[in-house]
């Protein structure tokens, strides 16, 4: 505040060079280990950091083969990483949209790992949002005939429930939204906004109405940083969520954060069109994700939790 006569906290220290030096000495000891079972003549002098995620460390490493994404975790987070890239095959089996290749999945006694084919990515051209539109739209035509998926996974970190259920309305609300609201009344969530959430669940059905989507096959956590195209204009996703769900909910999520153009979207509308009422739904679907931020990063996605929250409500 203006005018407060306050001490300075004191300015982050900057490594030494010592102190640096035995990090990367840390990490590359932690890379021969991992390559000692994989066998992928990793060269750990080689590692660059990279951003663009909150839940690993992720790191661009030389190999015998080329240049590899190497996902680390703690140890209790392999099953993670394993579903990830189960998930990472399910895509790429589907044979409509481009993901980085698995190269290995595993842990050593430091480390839950994750090796990727690397890909150099370049900026978004219309073209490429066009070619990422149709492809969504192909993989959404991979049906089952339950909602659900073989194994559970996580949304982020967060653990996300995926036994098979027959019914929409009912996979929403027991393995969506009530788990998240569990986990938000743990993590402090107002009560008025649970008395909202209690009303909302219990009228599940009146937003979702005679709505009855074919269970499709999605990338589950689809927004503007789960995706990218590379050199050669191929557009590619990554870091999915899978489960066979209502194709909205992929809709849903590209639209909470931003990250699409208009040409993603008449692409996806000319391949397979949506069916009336889907801007209402994706308001449902949107708040999972919200409060599953909420649970992940805390009170600034308090707001927007309420705001969806009343909103859906209002509309019982």
């Known amino acids: 505040m203006r005018g407060c006569n306050r001490i300075s906290p004191a300015p982050p220290s900057i490594p030494t060079k010592a102190r640096v030096l035995r990090a990367s000495q840390r990490i590359e000891g932690r890379i021969e280990r991992i390559d000692a079972e994989l066998d992928l003549g990793l060269e750990p002098g080689s590692v660059e950091r990279v951003g663009g995620g909150s839940i ?36 790429a089996a589907a044979q409509a ?95 008025e906004c649970l008395g909202l959430a209690a009303r909302l669940v219990e009228g599940l059905e009146t937003l979702l109405g005679d709505h009855a989507p074919v ?45 699409f153009s208009p040409a993603f979207y008449r692409a996806y509308e000319d391949a397979w069109a949506l069916p009336p009422g889907a801007a209402h739904r994706g308001e449902l679907y949107a708040l999972y994700h919200l409060l599953n931020h909420f649970n992940l990063f805390g009170v600034s996605y308090l707001a927007s939790v309420a705001r969806a929250l009343a909103a859906l409500v209002g509309r019982l």
């Open 215 to 259: 269970p499709s096959l999605l990338h589950g956590d689809l927004w503007g940083g789960n995706w990218g195209v590379a050199l050669d204009g191929r557009p590619y996703v990554f870091d999915p969520a899978v489960y066979y769900g209502d194709r909205e909910t992929d809709l849903a999520m590209t639209r909470l954060f931003g990250g």
């Open 97 to 191: 949209l481009d993901v980085p290749r698995v190269v290995a999945a595993g842990a050593t006694d430091e480390d839950a790992y994750l090796v990727l084919e690397w890909i150099d990515f370049g900026a978004a051209t219309p073209d490429a949002e066009m070619r990422l539109g149709r492809g969504l739209a192909k993989l959404h035509r991979c049906t089952s005939e339950r909602f659900g998926w073989q194994r559970d996974n996580t949304i982020g970190s967060t653990p996300q429930a995926n036994a098979w259920v027959g019914d929409w309305c009912s996979f929403w609300r027991e393995r969506r939204l009530v788990p998240q609201l569990e986990l938000a009344a743990r993590n402090g969530l107002p009560r």
């Open 56 to 91: 690993n460390r992720t790191l661009r490493c030389a190999s015998r083969a080329g240049p590899v994404l190497l996902k680390l975790n703690a140890p209790d987070r392999r099953e993670m990483l394993q579903t990830e890239a189960l998930g990472l095959a399910a895509l």
